[in-house]
């Protein structure tokens, strides 16, 4: 058998090596491990209701009356049994969830080192082969000037041959590389709100004031009889992503052991 390493197109196998189809056996392989990245994004956040506080003292300290205003319900009535001061509490962040944003990116498994393989028939050589031995051509150009013997499979060289420069080669590749899943936490965060507060009920009359969320106590010229939500916004967040880590592996299979001189 004639060997060349080579690279881009391999040589053909001319004869006398031509006695068998060329063979590609391939060393060194280059599987660099999977780039893995996951970020958590909050979807569909949902505040809960906004609780509504009146008073009849400039703090707010005395709370004579509380309601729940719903994010969701168009309109509220609201405990009217105080009057002048007002204050709104921060809705909760009651629902929502935490997609996986996950992204990955697997270079390619590449053997750096190839080899052809040529398969010689015996030749008829009387002036120089003995008797019980077998001749074969040597190799020309670009193949080595040393002689191989190939097998399928990882194998040791025979000890009885002078053939005991053994290399294993491959033909293929078993490639398992990628990221672990991406997983995120519970989503989290705060919300804000601006109520419409009115003098009739079922927001009907006039509108005394807006009131943002947040628990400051304000004063507001007459009674308010109803509430509605004008604006409610979220403020999500997610916890720190997990997974998203590389795995697997790139394996070299369908081995030859080559054996020269």
């Known amino acids: 058998m004639a060997r060349d390493d080579n690279e881009g197109r391999p040589p053909s196998c001319d004869a006398p090596f031509d006695a068998a189809e060329i ?6 392989l280059e599987a660099d491990t999977a780039e893995c990245s996951c970020v958590c994004q909050p979807v569909d956040p949902v505040c809960g209701n906004v609780q509504f506080f009146v008073d009849d003292v400039p703090a707010c300290s005395d ?36 997609f996986p944003d996950a992204s990955s990116s697997t270079p390619s498994a590449e053997f750096a080192a190839r080899s052809t393989l040529c398969a010689a028939g015996l030749v008829e050589a009387p002036e120089t082969c003995e008797a019980g031995e077998r001749c074969a051509p040597v190799p020309n150009e670009p193949f080595g000037s040393e002689l191989c013997i190939w097998s399928p499979g990882d194998v040791e060289c025979p000890t009885a ?62 009674v308010p009889s109803s509430t509605r939500i004008a604006d409610v916004d979220a403020d999500p967040t997610c916890g720190s992503s997990s997974g998203a880590q590389p795995a697997g592996a790139a394996t070299p299979t369908d081995p030859i052991t080559v054996c020269c001189r």
């Open 23 to 28: 063979v590609l056996a391939y060393a060194a």
């Open 63 to 98: 709370l004579v009356g509380i309601s729940s205003v719903s994010t969701v319900v168009e309109c509220g009535n609201a405990p009217a049994t105080a009057t002048g001061y007002v204050a709104a509490g921060d809705p909760e962040l009651v629902g929502g969830a935490c």
């Open 161 to 222: 041959l002078d053939y005991q420069q053994r290399e294993v080669f491959h033909q293929d590749v078993v490639d398992t590389r990628g990221c672990t899943e991406c997983t995120c936490g519970e989503i989290a965060g705060t919300c804000s709100a601006t109520l419409e507060l009115w003098t009739g009920d079922d927001c009907d009359g006039t509108m005394l004031a807006e009131i943002d969320s947040g628990g400051v106590c304000e004063e507001v010229d007459g």
